[in-house]
């Protein structure tokens, strides 16, 4: 079965065990501070990958970093992934648990790439512009990337709109060598 599906299948286990208990909230707090902890770290990500290293290392350095801070139904969550030797797929297991999420909640998720980082007011454009054309709230994930050297380039679910100028100039340069 393909990583996807099982993340999939162990993400909803744990949002319909969530939503019984009542504490949805806290454990898509739990592991959004997971995935984002994963994102930041490659170590984090290399180390929970690595087969040589045992799922009870793997389970206590989890415990280590998050235990504190996570929820009862999250840690037990954790540990059961980790008994099945599923530890790889913990990851995208929490990516998957913030996407299935966001469909429950009815929150759009979008990427807005500029060339340098967003202030306030462009961010809040950003959001209810994508407000207006979704009809749903909205998760703005911010990227900078310089090589765009200005305007922006947003990504919402299968649409995108690029008004970055680099696709300007190159559009541009394509009409005069034609």
């Not at 490659?42 to 045992?54: E, G, H």
């Amino acid at each position: 079965m393909s990583e996807v599906r099982v993340a999939s299948r162990y993400a909803k286990s744990l949002i319909e065990l969530a939503q019984e208990k009542s504490i949805l909230e806290d454990v898509h707090n739990d592991l959004h501070l997971f995935e984002k902890t994963c994102q930041e770290s490659r170590d984090l990500r290399l180390m929970l990958k690595n087969p040589i290293i045992t799922s009870d290392k793997k389970l206590n350095a989890i415990k280590a970093i998050f235990g504190s801070s996570f929820s009862q139904v999250s840690m037990l969550f954790m540990e059961i992934v980790s008994r099945k030797n599923r530890e790889p797929l913990l990851y995208s297991i929490s990516q998957e648990v913030h996407r299935q999420y966001n469909v429950l909640k009815g929150v759009e998720s979008a990427t807005v790439t500029t060339a340098i980082p967003l202030d306030n007011s462009l961010r809040s454009e950003f959001q209810s512009m994508i407000q207006k054309i979704s009809g749903k709230k909205v998760e703005l994930n911010e990227k900078v990337d310089s090589k765009i050297i200005g305007g922006y380039v947003l990504q919402v679910a299968d649409k995108q709109i690029d008004a970055s100028v680099k696709t300007k100039l190159q559009t541009l340069r394509r009409t005069f060598e034609a």
